[in-house]
């Protein structure tokens, strides 16, 4: 069938006009991947401010808005807060299990800006002039991965396994993509101080063939470095010695983080590095030591561990200028003990330019409330003015100004707790239906499945955002 003139015209003014909105989709791209800002509201990247990273481990919302904590309160009332979905990916072959998980995937997620797998392998990074298992730190990382640390401060000794188990994993994250980022465009990062449960630390070289956690084995807690390190497993600077903690027996495990100590260290990277993560230590331990206390005495461990974050949080408040600089505080992993069933979210909050009194969303949520784990590395790039590279997977968080966020925060943790309680029964309830139906297969059947998975869709939503 031959095509009329008139026809043949028009298909071809069709043509032009879809060529000539494919052109300018694709120049829009490329100007957009040439100014490398997915916005430009902070003025970190043009005044030399710094971006802390503030982990505080194990914690939920109700941790950090109880009483008796004045400057936590204080960054709620001038910063924005969410709930953060930590739901990592799932271990493969290459990851040395752990009995009862806690931040090791959450920290290399961190670090990826995607949905990552660790174990404990991720325990095992120290200071390059320090000693893992009687052997140099820096010797030790030269023998497994063939490279010549440098100038490097902080070394990943596992880093080779840590981007074969994420290389091989269904999301495939890149380990350290954040750090890389930031070292490509001469940013220098830092990390400081540990989650060391007490003893002559030692990492462990291997699984052992039995491990009960917390185990009798002193064990090194250096998954923060994930969160700060390059490709290569290197850190700038910094120091995630065992000197940040001290003896006191009224703490779990007989040891509290040392404040006065990392805020020492904290002054000294302050001028050399833009990019700083603190692990604050006690309130993982704190967590870690509930699960052997009865619940009434679980709740004072866990308050105390928050007093002392909230009177850290003073300190460091104090030796930055939020005009420039932009502080985080968050959580990369849930409660392993808490008396709200399936309560899995974990806060974070943000304060600085662009981040001033509201709550935290993410187009990977589209919930205002919430948002991932992989949205903090992109978040972190685009107030540095960096865009984003293809690995990648999170979305740059945003703040919506409003009234302090703690109370509806608190609903919504309660909210989505419950929501999870109806995802494990319903769960049960599908699982039953399929066990007694057999070989009787009806429409009604499928239905009756359906209408319970539609009823979960928001907090499939908040759970899933990641995928």
Known sequence: MELSSAQTGSMNLNIKILALCIALLLIGCGCSSCFGKPFSRNPVADSGGHVVLVIAANI??????????????????????????????????????????????????????????????????????????????????????????????????????????????????????????????????????????????????SPPSTLHFPSQVPQIHREAVAAAMNCEGA???????????????????????????????????????????VDFGDTYRADIASESCTDDRAALVRHQAALRLDYFIGALKSKLDLK???????????RNWTDIEEERLAPILIVGQGFERGTLSSPSTRKAGIVTLSDVAPTILSIFGIKSPVDMVGRSITSKPGPN?????????????????????????SYARFAHCGDSWSMRNIIQIAASSAGLAFWSDCCDADR
């Not at 010695?241 to 904290?266: E, H």
């Not at 420039?324 to 849930?334: A, E, R, V």
């Not at 929501?419 to 769960?427: C, K, P």
């Open 60 to 205: 939920s919302i109700r941790d950090i808005t109880g009483p008796g904590l004045p400057n936590l309160t204080h960054l709620f009332n001038i910063g924005s807060g969410a709930l953060m979905n930590v739901h990592t990916g799932r271990p493969g072959k290459d990851v040395l299990l752990i009995e009862q998980p806690g931040m090791e995937a959450g920290c290399v997620a961190l670090g990826a800006g995607a949905m990552a797998v660790g174990g404990m392998e991720v325990w095992q990074a120290a200071n390059a002039s320090a000693c893992i298992d009687d052997l140099n730190t820096r010797s030790l990382y030269s023998f497994r991965t063939g490279k010549d640390a440098g100038n490097a401060q902080v070394l990943q000794t596992e880093i080779s396994r840590i981007v074969k188990a994420n290389a091989s994993a269904s999301y495939h994250a890149l380990p350290g993509g954040l750090g890389s980022s930031l070292q490509a465009r001469g940013i220098k990062t830092a990390v400081i101080g540990n989650s060391d449960l007490p003893g002559p630390f030692r990492a462990l070289s």
């Open 235 to 277: 850190v700038d600077f910094g120091d995630v010695d065992s000197c940040f903690v001290k003896p006191d027996q009224n703490t779990p495990y007989g040891v509290r983080t040392d404040p006065a100590a990392l805020m020492q260290a904290i002054g000294m990277v302050l001028p050399k590095s833009r990019f700083i993560v």
């Open 324 to 334: 420039k600089d932009t502080l985080i505080l968050l959580s990369p992993s849930s």
């Open 405 to 429: 966020s703690t109370e509806n925060l608190l609903k919504l943790n309660i909210f989505a707790s419950l929501q999870q309680q109806r995802l494990v029964a319903m769960r049960g309830g």
